[in-house]
């Protein structure tokens, strides 16, 4: 159980272009999904907390023209980099909270790795 | 803000001895502390987790304490095998479910 998906693994793509990254939690419903960004041997930053059927929290210093989020269901979660630039480049996560669990255990997608050009 | 501090930053052990992870928290309101291992290029995963009342808690070879007073927990690795060499993230949760990851610890198991 507790099972989280995240598509694509891996995607390059040109400067300013956009691109779609999706996050789905399989076996659990989610109210709460969390993305995240990783630099090359660094921990974990917090991006934006994405509710289901509301807007999402941007932590300080997120653009959130840049990083589109989209909650649209308890089981999907998808962040957009919108006139994606060579600094976007990174590895992306999600993570999901179960809804039924009263801690914020949370559980991490495999990452998306971008590229851009 | 909040922040959560991990030391050591690399942790390097002969295999078999122990492992010994510290953190160090600021948010008082904080009642979950999560353990991560991530391998690389893959997710993190947990690998134990400790909730604010509660003072220890082992799963076979790993252990994890909290100290509220202190504001301290702390990963316990034993007999440690070369298959445990990952990073390993400390995190603190409050109950508005905003979690702060430690800058984690690159542990080497040398056989």
């Known amino acids: 159980g507790a099972v989280v998906s995240q598509h694509p693994s891996r995607v390059i793509c040109k400067s300013g272009t956009s691109v779609k990254i999706e996050c789905r939690s399989l076996d659990f419903q989610a109210t709460t999904m969390f993305w995240y960004r990783q630099f090359p041997k660094q921990s974990l930053m917090l991006m934006a907390t994405?509710?289901?059927?509301?807007?999402?929290?941007?932590e300080q210093g997120v653009e959130k023209d840049k990083f589109l989020i989209n909650h649209a269901s308890l089981t999907l979660s998808t962040l957009t980099v919108t006139s994606a630039h060579p600094e976007d480049s990174s590895f992306y996560i999600c993570?999901?909270?179960?809804?039924?669990?009263?801690?914020?255990?949370?559980?991490f997608g495999p990452g998306t790795r971008l590229t851009v050009l | 803000g909040e922040n959560v501090e991990q030391h050591p930053s690399t942790l390097s052990v002969q295999e078999g001895d122990s492992a010994v992870i510290k953190c160090t928290y600021s948010d008082s309101a904080s009642n979950y502390f999560p353990w991560y291992k991530q391998e690389l290029g893959k997710r993190p995963q947990l690998i134990i987790d400790?909730?604010?009342?509660?003072g220890e808690k082992k799963d076979q070879r790993i252990a994890v304490t909290l100290n509220k007073t202190a504001k301290h927990f702390s990963l316990h690795i034993t007999e440690t095998q070369p298959e445990d060499s990952a990073v390993y993230f400390c995190a603190a949760s409050t109950g508005g479910f905003k979690t702060i990851f430690g800058a984690g610890t690159r542990l080497f198991v040398k056989a």
């Open positions: 994405s509710n289901e059927g509301s807007k999402a929290t941007y």
């Open positions: 400790i909730r604010s009342n509660v």
């Open positions: 993570s999901a909270r179960d809804r039924r669990r009263v801690y914020n255990e949370q559980f």
